[in-house]
């Protein structure tokens, strides 16, 4: 179950405020943030009759030093500790500009935005705003898996749908991730005792014991997967595996 729970690290950036947090199972904490004292200087700076230009520009440099500094920050805080996607947050045209000094990798990591003001958002508003991102793109994520799955199935390459293939290619070992949609259960037979699990009563191929009558057989499909450390992938939603058997699995390799 932890396993399909994303970690998330949220960056709230204005011209002067960054600020880190971590959204993990429905909570947020606290991971620091840079404050904008350079800005507040070079704003001081100016009252001494200097040159209009001189400050704008010191403003501006003050502005890409605070976007540096914010996103050093998160690459270390990716570096120490890891997350799989990261949102910003903050007012629409910052965000823009300080995308581009994030590193390529935490790119590769860019989820979403939401559109707020740092100073004046809470814990609470925040982690709001993240779970609907979040819940975007875990949507969009399982929407990827389920196409994949049939695009591959229906191509006879490292891929099975349906709950008889899927039982199949998990008892040899071959699935690498199981797809299921989220309340499908349907009744078979299993060997309890070696996790064998069969639409039909039949001898269990490992241990040759008869077979019993099962109330739920993805159950045990899951509770084989777990032991033969296959990722795990509930559908919450109505993907293209509705209409296609509503369980698959992606293959590590195929036996003929």
Same mark, same amino acid.
């Given at each position: ?5 994303? &970690?998330?690290c ?10 880190l ?24 700076g100016?009252? $001494? ?16 030093q ?9 690459? &270390? ?12 947050? $903050? ?64 191509? $006879?390459?490292?891929?099975? &749908? ?9 008892d ?15 009744p ?9 699990a ?10 040759g ?25 509930h ?6 595996? &509705?209409?296609r058997?509503?369980?698959?699995a ?7």
């Open positions: 179950i932890l396993a399909e729970y994303h &970690r998330f949220v960056a709230v950036v204005d011209r002067s405020h960054g600020h947090y971590e959204v993990y199972l429905g909570e947020i904490l606290d991971r620091g943030g840079v404050d904008g004292e350079v800005l507040r200087r070079v704003r001081e100016g009252l $001494g009759g200097r040159d209009e230009r001189h400050i704008e520009r010191r403003l501006v440099h003050a502005v890409h605070h976007y540096r500094d914010v996103a050093a920050q998160l690459l &270390r805080v990716f570096q120490a500790g890891r997350f799989d996607w990261l949102v910003l947050g $903050g007012p629409r045209e910052p965000l823009r500009e300080f995308k581009d000094y994030l590193h390529p990798t935490l790119r590769r990591r860019w989820g979403g935005d939401f559109h707020c003001e740092p100073a004046r958002s809470s814990g609470a508003e925040i982690l709001h705003r993240v779970l609907e991102v979040e819940e975007r793109i875990e949507w969009e994520h399982e929407l990827k898996l389920a196409d994949e799955l049939i695009r591959k199935a229906e191509a $006879g390459h490292r891929a099975v &749908r349906g709950l008889g293939a899927t039982l199949h290619a998990l040899r070992g071959e699935a690498q991730t199981l797809l299921v949609e989220d309340g499908f259960e349907m078979g037979y299993a060997c309890f005792a070696c996790h064998f069969s639409l039909e009563q039949e001898p269990c191929p490992h241990c014991k008869p077979t019993e009558p099962c109330a739920d057989v993805v159950d045990e499909a899951i509770e084989l997967a777990l032991q033969r450390n296959c990722q795990i992938e559908l919450q939603g109505t993907t293209a595996l &509705r209409d058997g509503r369980i698959g992606l293959l590590r390799y195929q036996t003929a």
